[in-house]
């Protein structure tokens, strides 16, 4: 480090904070201070901060504060040349080791240099430095599968008495606190969580109308031969709402004919988890009886999963493309709401996960979608996390106030404008829960422009991608 006292001038850094939920002792106050110790004792002023705030150090993509410093650093235009970090597994805990030397190997020959201010060990490129440094990586990605491996039994043995173990219960159930000496706590509302590491959550049925509702679509679909469809269309005629008040569309009946909880039974680690990063089959998963009575019999919901297996007949990915292709021929273009309506091929989440993107199954098919909609193709992933983060979505009312505040400002509504706005939910949000960006329009007062009343007058009713 240069002299401070001989006056030579103070080396620049970029300090680098991340905290996912383990420790406390790895808070974001925590390690400022840290790094801001190390920085006075060796004459290092800091000029800039990237911060990952509650995020998993096991990925990049979900990382903005690293891609935001790897990108300023590449550039060439960074005003640093030290990046100063907690530690090694604050610098990422990577199941490949050799990813994380990676990315410090690109800022050193950018002329960056990494410094790791709670270890023992100076990061000066010798061959201690390197096996340690090396040491604490392969430690910090063991940690994440050992760590995975806990969570997942501890999962496994609380659902197996019955408790709920994570996510949204959906339409019809809530879930409710349930205290240590088994006494009945309040029900959590939608972005509630416990507090008290005691207590359990276990799911219980609603209100006796929705548990009426999933009895009827799945008569409906089993008994009557009705397609998902044809279902949410006949609930939202009857003003019959969904959950959070959204109306029905055949995504939702969909979820709820396919969720196995209605028959009284819960599915543990289907999604896989981000270390495994794959679905895993239902006969891989751990299962568990819940509490409460089922809603549906065991032999309905079983016949449901035959229906809808006979009716998407899910073949090989020459199949799939093959229905994608009628699907354009008949339409003269793609999007997701068009795939997840029609009845003869998979949801658009299928094949979403079959080619890897929507954007590849258009490109097999030979459909262009734009600069535009493939922009909002990839940006549907991203809004989605957002608005399950975000927590409860506002009523009708106060959307509609959001709208004509927005649309009073900007002086016109679209999807990008409402996607676009700080505050408010994504444009998605707004066209699910009226139905269309164009009744949305109709309520607030806004004349569409003469392209966006063509392109919604080619879809079928009023278009809510507009």
């Known amino acids: 480090m240069p002299d401070v006292a001989s006056g030579n001038p103070k080396p620049r850094a970029a300090q680098y904070l991340r905290m996912s939920t383990e420790h406390q002792n790895y808070s974001i106050h925590h390690q400022g201070v840290a790094i801001a110790a190390y920085a006075g004792l060796h004459g290092i002023e800091i000029v800039r901060t990237y911060t990952d705030e509650g995020i998993s150090g096991l990925l990049l993509h979900n990382r903005p504060g690293l891609k935001r410093l790897l990108a300023d650093v590449l550039s060439g235009q960074a005003d640093f040349d030290l990046i100063l970090t907690y530690d090694v597994s604050r610098w ?31 990061n000066d490129g010798s061959v201690t430095a390197s096996i340690v440094k090396q040491l604490k990586r392969v430690m910090a990605a063991e940690y994440s599968r050992e760590l995975a491996v806990k969570v997942s039994t501890a999962q496994r043995n609380f659902a197996g008495l019955g408790y709920w173990v994570g996510g949204p219960p959906g339409f019809a159930l809530r879930r409710q606190i349930v205290h240590r000496d088994g006494a009945l ?225 900007a002086g016109s509504l679209s999807m990008r404008i409402l996607d676009d706005a700080p505050g408010l939910p994504p444009g998605q949000v707004f066209a699910q829960r009226f139905g269309s960006l164009g009744t949305l329009y109709d309520l607030v007062g806004y004349t569409p422009t003469y392209k966006q009343a063509k392109a919604m007058s080619r879809m079928t009713g009023r278009g809510r991608w507009v």
Not at 105 to 112: D, I, K, Q, S, Y
Not at 294 to 311: E, K, S, T, W
Not at 396 to 409: D, F, G, P, V, W
């Open 185 to 409: 706590g309040p029900t959590l509302q939608l972005g509630q969580q416990k507090w008290v590491k005691t207590d359990h959550v276990v799911l219980v049925p609603g209100p006796a109308e929705e548990v009426a509702l999933v009895q009827r679509i799945y008569r409906l679909f089993v008994i009557s031969g009705m397609s998902r469809k044809t279902i949410s269309r006949t609930l939202n005629a009857e003003g019959l709402a969904a959950a959070d008040g959204a109306l029905w569309t055949p995504d939702r009946v969909h979820e709820v004919l396919t969720n196995e909880k209605y028959a009284g039974v819960q599915v543990i680690g289907r999604a896989g988890g981000r270390l495994l990063k794959a679905k895993r089959p239902r006969e891989a998963c751990a299962q568990a009886t819940l509490k409460f009575e089922p809603m549906v019999g065991r032999a309905c919901f079983d016949l449901a999963q035959r229906c809808i297996a006979r009716r998407i007949r899910l073949r090989g990915d020459d199949a799939m493309i093959a229905g994608l292709k009628t699907l354009l021929a008949e339409q003269g273009r793609l999007n997701r709401g068009l795939i997840n309506e029609d009845e003869r091929i998979p949801c658009a989440q299928t094949y979403q996960h079959r080619f890897g993107s929507l954007l590849e199954a258009y490109r097999r098919v030979g459909f262009d979608p734009g600069t535009r909609a493939a922009a909002a193709s990839a940006r549907h992933g991203v809004r989605y996390r957002q608005r399950r983060r975000t927590g409860p979505v506002p009523d009708n009312a106060e959307l509609l106030e959001m709208a004509r505040t927005l649309l009073s400002q």
């Open 92 to 122: 990422g805990r990577f199941q490949d080791p050799d990813q994380s030397a990676h990315y410090e190997f690109l800022c050193r020959e950018a002329g960056v240099r990494i410094e790791y201010c709670a270890e023992p060990f100076c």
